[in-house]
């Protein structure tokens, strides 16, 4: 099993383009997460899903969008790149919530905006 | 306020040290708590899981949770250069139907030769 993987692993944008970032998981678990990861200020959610076909905002939502069209893939889109967009971007998934269920990441796309 | 609180560090010790990382939080209703460790330039990966109040011990790491005191803890006996990373505690809800999770800053440790 691959696990959760992430594309691309580094990408340089300049202010105004847009990018998507691809997630995908062969867990076949439920529930996807896109966090952003801040020096000095952890882990933020993005945006998440719950299912296929479902998204939601999570604690940053603005700039961003995803969709998840199959349960095992979640684009994170950006449509005008801003430089505070500039971040350590990671997916994550895991089984639906309940005990012992926990999020399993990628290996993280770092995203340079100019 | 943050609803977790982590000191970020950094945290040097040398090899063979007993580590201590701690995590505070604000919301009652968190029931799991997990430790991430997070080497630089990957993705988190869970070290430990704890449910509710009480110790966990898997080898050389420990983790207590005291719910009273809305504290949490991460300890590393005979700390290995291997050991240096961010450690991130995580914890959510009982009865949270998303699985979010919400993350202290982290604590970057470097365990000295």
């Known amino acids: 099993n691959a696990g959760v993987t992430q594309t691309p692993k580094f990408r340089v944008l300049k202010t105004g383009q847009s990018m998507t970032l691809l997630c995908a998981q062969d867990?076949?678990?439920?529930?996807m997460y896109w966090y952003r990861q801040d020096p000095g200020m952890g882990l933020r959610l993005i945006h998440y899903s719950v299912g296929e076909g479902t998204t939601a905002k999570g604690e940053v939502p603005d700039g961003y969008n995803v969709s998840r069209l199959k349960k095992q893939n979640f684009l994170l889109g950006l449509e005008s790149a801003a430089p505070s967009q500039t971040s350590v971007y990671f997916c994550?998934?895991?089984?639906?919530?309940?005990?012992?269920?926990?999020?399993?990441f990628g290996p993280g796309t770092r995203l340079l905006v100019l | 306020q943050k609803e977790v609180e982590q000191d970020p560090g950094p945290l040097s010790v040398p090899e063979g040290a007993i580590v201590s990382l701690n995590c505070t939080y604000s919301n009652s209703a968190f029931q799991y708590f997990m430790w991430y460790r997070q080497y630089s330039r990957k993705g988190p990966e869970l070290l430990m899981y704890?449910?509710?109040?009480g110790n966990k011990e898997d080898g050389r790491f420990t983790a207590q949770v005291d719910k009273s005191s809305k504290y949490i803890s991460l300890f590393i006996r005979d700390s290995q250069p291997s050991d240096s990373a961010t450690y991130l505690c995580a914890m959510r809800g009982g009865s949270s139907n998303t699985g979010k999770l919400i993350f202290g800053q982290g604590t970057t440790l470097q365990v000295k030769p």
């Open positions: 704890t449910y509710s109040s």
């Open positions: 994550a998934s895991s089984y639906v919530a309940g005990v012992g269920k926990t999020q399993y």
């Open positions: 867990m076949n678990h439920e529930y």
